[in-house]
DNA sequence: CGTTATTGTGGCACCCGGTGCCACTAGTCT
DNA sequence: AGACTAGTGGCACCGGGTGCCACAATAACG
C-alpha cells in the first residue's frame, strides 16, 4: 500500500529507530546510551537521527501525541448524559489499557520514563498536550474557554493523580495498572475524602 | 558578622549570581543568554558558576528548596483539629504570599520558568520536593506511608490545580494570584464541582 | 534512454551546557 | 616564613542539537 512517491526511500521509519532506542535504553540506561550508538545501531548517520526525532528524548516517548487523538476522540463521543467527571475517568481508563503483549513494553517505556530524571522533565511538555485534551473537553461540557482557569485546574488535578497511580504502578510489580488508576480518579470526585 | 576562615574567599555569593542571571534572563531571555555570558557579567569564570548552581536552570530557580522547609514548618505546626485539605490549603497561600516589593520579581520569575520549555521541563524535578511535603503531610495525618498512592495522588492534585491558578496569574496582569489559588485548591475539597 | 525534479541521507563544522583535572590564588593559623 | 585550606578558573573533553551542503536514490517526463 505504499503510494510510489519522487525521491529517495527513507533508510528506516520512526517506529523502527524507537524500538532500536527503546531496548537499547532499557539494557544499558539512558544517560549511558550516545544518539550515535542508535544511529549505529539502527543503521543511519547521526544527523539523519534528528530527522526523525527532534531529540533523544522524543524518541522515548514514541509517537504520544498521535495516541492522545485517541483519547480526544473518545471524550467527544461521550453521550452527554454521563457527567463531566465519569467520563474523564472512563476515557483515561481507557487510554490506559493495553493488551497484555503490549503491557510489557509499556511498562518498560514508563520505568523508563519515570526513573529517567532528564526523560521524566522532559515528559512535562508532553503532558501539556494530554492536559490540553481533558481542558478543552471540560470547556466544552461547561461553556468554559479552554484557557480558564477551571478547565485547566481540573486537568491538572487528574494528571496530578494519574501519575501518582502510575508511581505505585511502577513501584510494585503485582499492581493493577486499572484499579490504581480508578482509585486515584475517584478520589477527585470525592473531594479526595480519605476512605 | 564574618566568621574568619580559612580559605580563599568565595568571589561572589549564589544570591548575587542569581540576581544577574535572572535580570539578563529577562532582557535576553534565557536560551540567547550562555552561562559564559552570566558568569563574565558577575565577574567569575565559567568553571566557577557551575560551582555555585548545578545547572543554568538552576540559577533561575534560586533557592527553592530552602523554601520548601519554611512550607514544611507550617504544615507540621498546624493544629491537629484544622482538617487535612483546610489545612493544605492555607500553607499553600501563605507559602505563594509575598510582600509588594518582592511580588514583581517573584511574577517575572515565574513568568520566565513557565513560557520557557527548557526551564518548565526542568521545574517537575523542583515540583517533586513540594509533592513531597504536601505528601508528607498527608501520611501523618492519615497513618499511610509517605510512598502511598493517596498522600501521593493528593500531592499530584494539589500541584496541578495550583500550576493552574499560576498560569491564570501569569496570563492576566491584574489577577490576584491568592483568589486565583484559593478558587482552585477549594475546587478539590469540594470534588471538583464546578460552581 | 537521458534529463530533471524531488525527497531523503549524512558528513562537517560549529555552538552550548556540563564535567574532570589540576595548577594557582588568597586567605588563616602556628 | 611555612603549612594548611577553601575557592578560582583555565583547559580539554563529551554529548546533544543545528545549519549547511553535497550527494544518493527514485519517479516522471520528453
Same mark, same amino acid.
Given at each position: &500500500?505504499?503510494?510510489?512517491? /519522487?525521491?529517495?526511500?527513507?533508510? %528506516?521509519?520512526?517506529?523502527?529507530?524507537?524500538?532500536? /532506542? #527503546?531496548? &537499547?535504553?532499557?539494557?544499558?540506561?539512558?544517560?549511558?546510551? %550516545?544518539?550515535?550508538?542508535?544511529?549505529?545501531?539502527?543503521?543511519?548517520? !547521526? +544527523?539523519?537521527?534528528?530527522? $526523525?526525532?527532534?531529540?533523544? =528524548?522524543?524518541?522515548?516517548?514514541?509517537?504520544?501525541?498521535?495516541? #492522545? @487523538?485517541? &483519547? +480526544?476522540?473518545?471524550?467527544?463521543?461521550?453521550?452527554?448524559?454521563?457527567?463531566?467527571?465519569?467520563?474523564? !475517568?472512563?476515557?483515561?481508563?481507557?487510554? =490506559?489499557?493495553?493488551?497484555?503483549?503490549?503491557?510489557?513494553?509499556? +511498562?518498560?517505556? &514508563?520505568?523508563?520514563?519515570? !526513573?529517567?530524571?532528564?526523560?521524566?522533565?522532559?515528559? %512535562?511538555?508532553? $503532558?501539556?498536550?494530554?492536559?490540553?485534551?481533558?481542558?478543552?473537553?471540560?470547556?466544552?461540557?461547561?461553556?468554559? /474557554?479552554? @484557557?480558564? #482557569?477551571?478547565?485547566?485546574?481540573?486537568? @491538572?488535578?487528574?494528571? @496530578?493523580?494519574?501519575?501518582?497511580?502510575?508511581?505505585?504502578?511502577?513501584?510494585?510489580?503485582?499492581?493493577?495498572?486499572?484499579?490504581?488508576?480508578?482509585? /486515584?480518579?475517584?478520589?477527585?470526585? %470525592?473531594?479526595? +475524602?480519605?476512605?
Amino acid at each position: &500500500m505504499v503510494v510510489p512517491r /519522487a525521491g529517495r526511500r527513507p533508510a %528506516t521509519s520512526a517506529g523502527e529507530l524507537e524500538h532500536v /532506542a #527503546l531496548r &537499547m535504553f532499557d539494557e544499558r540506561g539512558f544517560d549511558e546510551t %550516545t544518539v550515535e550508538d542508535i544511529a549505529a545501531a539502527a543503521g543511519i548517520g !547521526r +544527523r539523519t537521527f534528528f530527522r $526523525y526525532y527532534a531529540s533523544k =528524548n522524543d524518541a522515548a516517548w514514541g509517537d504520544f501525541d498521535s495516541q #492522545l @487523538g485517541r &483519547m +480526544r476522540a473518545a471524550l467527544a463521543a461521550t453521550p452527554p448524559a454521563v457527567g463531566v467527571l465519569d467520563a474523564l !475517568r472512563t476515557a483515561i481508563l481507557d487510554f =490506559n489499557r493495553y493488551p497484555a503483549a503490549e503491557a510489557v513494553w509499556h +511498562r518498560r517505556r &514508563m520505568v523508563l520514563i519515570l !526513573r529517567t530524571p532528564a526523560l521524566t522533565a522532559h515528559s %512535562t511538555l508532553r $503532558y501539556a498536550g494530554w492536559r490540553a485534551v481533558v481542558a478543552d473537553f471540560v470547556a466544552a461540557r461547561t461553556g468554559a /474557554a479552554p @484557557g480558564d #482557569l477551571i478547565p485547566q485546574a481540573v486537568a @491538572g488535578a487528574f494528571l @496530578g493523580v494519574a501519575l501518582a497511580a502510575y508511581e505505585q504502578w511502577l513501584a510494585d510489580d503485582r499492581a493493577e495498572l486499572q484499579a490504581l488508576l480508578d482509585t /486515584a480518579l475517584t478520589l477527585l470526585s %470525592t473531594g479526595l +475524602r480519605l476512605p
